[in-house]
């Protein structure tokens, strides 16, 4: 083999080289590529889940999620006026008559520097008293129109 010959395979050989060279670099950076769309994909996602959590609406199934106060005419008057000093725990927690809200309310507004409520306090009330009324409790109904059997 002379010099000429040597230095063609020797060519040849450096250019199957540069070729597998540029084709690692350019499976490299296809994976890495790929690698950055399925991160950004998985980011979005997150970040789809977390807005959706953001824009959920707040009352599911008729409960205000954050303070559990009942779903009703009133409500974002009371969460506005009442969950700021004590927790809504105090309202769900409690029943009482109209008459009731209202001198808990005056009460408040007495001793507990609760302010004037203005012409939101008969809306505020009247929500109070519809979701958060005395519960009926004693007996149970009679039983009505039963078919005795005889016993054996
Ligand atoms: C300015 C502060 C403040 C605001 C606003 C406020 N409260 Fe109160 N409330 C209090 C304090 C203080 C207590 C006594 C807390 C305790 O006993 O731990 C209280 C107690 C209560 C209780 C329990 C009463 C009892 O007899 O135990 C209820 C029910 C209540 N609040 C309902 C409401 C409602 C309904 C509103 C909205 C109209 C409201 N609060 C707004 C300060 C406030």
Redesign the pocket.
């Known amino acids: 083999m002379d010099n000429k010959q040597y230095i063609r395979i020797l060519k040849q050989v450096v250019v199957i080289l540069k070729a597998a060279i540029f084709s690692l670099i350019l499976l490299l950076v296809l994976v890495m590529d790929m690698g950055y769309n399925l991160l950004k994909k998985e980011f979005n996602n997150d970040r789809t889940v977390a807005a959706e959590r953001v824009e959920a609406p707040e009352i599911v199934n008729g409960v205000h999620v954050r303070t559990g106060l009942v779903e009703g005419e009133g409500l974002d008057l009371?969460i506005q006026?009442?969950?700021?000093?004590?927790s809504s725990k105090?309202?769900t927690q409690?029943r009482?008559t109209k008459t009731g809200?209202q001198s808990?309310?005056q009460?408040?507004q007495e001793?507990?520097?609760?302010?004037d409520?203005g012409d939101q306090?008969a809306p505020?009330i009247n929500y109070?008293a519809a979701n958060y009324a005395p519960q009926k409790k004693g007996r149970r109904a009679r039983l009505e129109n039963i078919e005795w059997y005889e016993m054996e």
Do not use: R, S
């Open positions: 009371v006026n009442c969950t700021t000093c004590h105090l309202i409690n009482m809200w808990t309310i009460w408040m001793t507990q520097n609760l302010w409520l306090e505020i109070l």
